[in-house]
């Protein structure tokens, strides 16, 4: 089992740009693919980006396209989602989460693992 702790949240300015770590506890990283949330209150969960189990295919979703980038290093159980140019709706908990049962998983549901989220806070 892989317990999953994530960091690098906190308060920030707009246009800023913001590297957050989901690091796991036990081994056996890879044969997991990993993805990020992030959530508001009142709000549900809202997919931003996921990496295959398989290899090192990506996606992420169309409203973080191209200020969000996911990579992981499986050597060192970690996965990184890094924020570019951060907006204040950017603020949320944000999420990690593994599924060994799919490769490139953007529905909630299809996730085993959640860690317990760290907080961003962007200011304008």
């Known amino acids: 089992q892989v317990e999953l702790v994530e960091s690098g949240g906190g308060l920030v300015q707009a246009g800023d740009s913001l590297r957050l770590s989901c690091t796991a506890i036990a081994r056996g990283f890879s044969m997991y693919a990993k993805g990020w949330f992030r959530q508001t209150p009142g709000k549900e969960r809202e997919f931003l980006a996921a990496?295959?189990?398989?290899?090192?295919?990506?996606t992420v979703a169309d409203s973080v396209k191209g200020r969000f980038t996911i990579s992981r290093d499986n050597g060192k159980n970690i996965v990184y989602l890094d924020i570019h140019n951060l907006r204040p709706e950017d603020t949320a908990v944000y999420f990690c989460?593994?599924?060994?049962?799919?490769?490139?998983?953007?529905?909630?549901?299809?996730?085993?693992?959640w860690g317990q989220g760290t907080q961003v806070t962007v200011s304008s």
């Open positions: 990496i295959s189990r398989g290899d090192s295919s990506t």
């Open positions: 989460a593994v599924t060994a049962a799919y490769e490139l998983p953007t529905t909630e549901h299809l996730y085993e693992i």
